[in-house]
């Protein structure tokens, strides 16, 4: 198969680091406006949405990146044309010059899987992976950041043939890696991994955006990216050094639920920051 050209990221202005916008949150995003770079908008909230007035809110007073759960990219079926031009206009909205999901799969045709789920590692998947990547990229206008996400079982070869599977699919389509550091953690001591092992197999120069998060540790031991707590040590370690790997755009914190004060959000934006952009954004 042909390899697209790679598209050199400096098309991406350095944003910095921020929050994932949360609209729970609306009136502490406005008090904080002057500690935030950059916030991330969920694009499949604002689907629908008539006239994106809110979301246009948003844009206006922040500089937004955008982030999508529902495409399914790792499924077998093609992405719906309409979803696509859906999120074309957000993004063009949001003036953002790149896109990010997740390399998972989320449904196939006539069937819904309410999570995501690692891809099927196999030559037949990726062409599949590649397909629907290069659609995506086609109908967005703007590069795919493809993020690597949890997973409790693999769906063949361990984690050195997911990152050969990743850097296939990166490579054959030019596209972007959105690399969630709280993931490759949590993946890591799961299956009992070197993560930085996992990072020297990815082409870590293609990375445009990097997500940290905390997550809780089940009673069954598993380790789970809940989005509930506030960033461990270990997380913020292994983004140290993946800050010495890669230059990312953006650098998000992601928090779902559990909410804490805004200033405890804050804090964690501004220790992303002095580790990412040490000199300034
Ligand atoms: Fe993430």
């Known amino acids: 198969m042909a390899a697209r050209d790679a598209i050199d990221l400096g098309f991406a202005p350095t944003y910095g680091a921020g929050l994932g916008y949360r609209k729970e949150l609306i009136e502490e995003f406005a008090q904080r406006r002057q500690e935030l770079d950059v916030v991330e ?3 499949d909230q604002w689907l629908g949405d008539p ?14 990146v955008v982030h999508g759960v529902g495409m399914s990219v790792a499924g077998a079926g093609r992405i719906s044309g309409d979803y696509l031009a859906e999120l074309r206009r957000i993004t063009e909205i949001c003036a953002a010059p790149f896109y990010s999901e997740h390399l998972a799969m989320t449904h196939v045709p006539g069937m819904d899987s309410g999570h995501l789920c690692p ?6 998947s990726l062409r599949t992976c590649i397909r629907n990547v290069d659609q995506a990229q ?4 703007v590069p795919l950041a493809l993020e690597n996400i949890t997973y409790s079982f693999s769906l063949g070869g361990d984690h050195l043939a997911a990152a050969s599977f990743f850097t296939e699919l990166v490579t054959a389509t030019g596209c972007l890696i959105l690399l969630d550091v709280c993931n490759l953690y949590i993946n890591s001591r799961n299956h009992s991994f070197d993560p930085l092992g996992y990072l020297d197999a990815l082409p870590v120069d293609r990375v445009v955006q990097v997500h940290l998060a905390g997550g809780v540790v089940a009673s069954t031991g598993q380790y789970i990216d809940s989005h509930s707590e506030s960033i461990g040590d270990g997380i913020w370690q292994l983004a140290a050094e993946t800050a010495k790997r890669c230059r990312p755009s953006a650098v998000i914190v992601e928090r779902d639920q559990n909410f804490p004060d805004m200033d405890a959000l804050v804090k964690e934006v501004a220790t992303s920051r002095d580790i990412y952009f040490p000199e300034g954004c």
Do not use: K, Q, W
């Not at 006239?51 to 937004?64: D, Q, S």
């Not at 891809?119 to 037949?124: K, L, R, Y």
């Not at 086609?138 to 206008?141: E, F, P, Q, V, W």
């Open 119 to 124: 891809p099927v590692i196999s030559e037949e």
């Open 51 to 64: 006239g994106y007035h809110g979301l246009r809110g948003v844009a206006h007073e922040f500089p937004t």
């Open 138 to 141: 086609d109908a967005l206008g």
């Open 41 to 43: 908008i969920l694009a």
